[in-house]
């Protein structure tokens, strides 16, 4: 299935995330582009390969995850089009939910529609934390 | 001075950031855009005032760095532009050079040229020492 816009990538890619899809994970990034993963707190991974097995150990280690994902900036031209968002993660299995993860997620046409070229994912460290049942930080005293 | 391309505004904001200087920092970045900033380890900063004052308070903080910036990536259509680099960093003053900060950045054309209008750190934390003198990874042991 051809990916008609940024925005279906977007929607494939975060479905093979939470569903630990690896085959289709790697069905949304590009092939003969030059690529680009950075996981939260991870290196720059650059090859198709690299990313492709990070991904494989990233979706087994956790075959279920809720992704509520908040749109905050985007930006389009005819070949490229950039996304940032926020992405809240549940993980049914532990219970947890993490507060977001920032992404910058950039996507480029070719010949067969939209493919992902670059996701670069990030933590703020002041709010990475469980947030089930934590009262807002403004609320403490 | 009109930036005519997006490796000239990534110069301008490379040299404002290693110089310290806050208000030629602010003239990479866009006017009347949407904009994105995240510093590594921080929260996704969004309105121009918030970027400008985030910016003033890490330049206030270091007024030298040595910037030796490696292009790895980009991609650039009509009107947006991406490049993601990694940052080597070097700190004159208290002799510290750090191992990359990735960043991806975004610029976007407008009539007065090409402007900033995201940037997105992070840090590899298994890399992210002082590298001087230290043996790269492989030949410790």
């Known amino acids: 299935m051809k990916p008609t816009s940024p ?15 690896h085959m289709r994970m790697m069905a949304v990034w590009a092939t003969a582009e030059d690529l680009v993963c950075v ?13 492709s097995a990070s991904w494989q150990q990233i979706l087994a280690g956790e075959p ?10 985007s930006w389009g031209d005819t070949n490229i ?24 997620n950039v996507y480029k046409f070719t010949d067969n529609g939209w493919f992902m ?9 002041a709010s990475n934390r469980d947030v089930r049942d934590s ?7």
Chains 1, 2 share one sequence.
Do not use: C
């Open 7 to 21: 925005a279906e990538a977007e929607s494939a890619f975060y479905s093979a995330f939470g569903s630990g899809d």
């Open 39 to 51: 996981h939260p707190m991870g290196p720059r991974l650059d090859s198709r390969d690299v990313i």
């Open 64 to 73: 279920q995850r809720i992704f509520d994902i908040h749109l905050k900036a």
């Open 81 to 104: 089009a950039v996304r940032v968002v926020d992405e809240i993660i549940s993980v049914p299995r532990s219970g947890l939910q993490f507060a977001p993860v920032i992404a910058t």
């Open 117 to 125: 070229i670059a996701h670069h994912a990030s933590i703020d460290a």
């Open 135 to 141: 009262e807002p930080a403004h609320t403490r005293h």
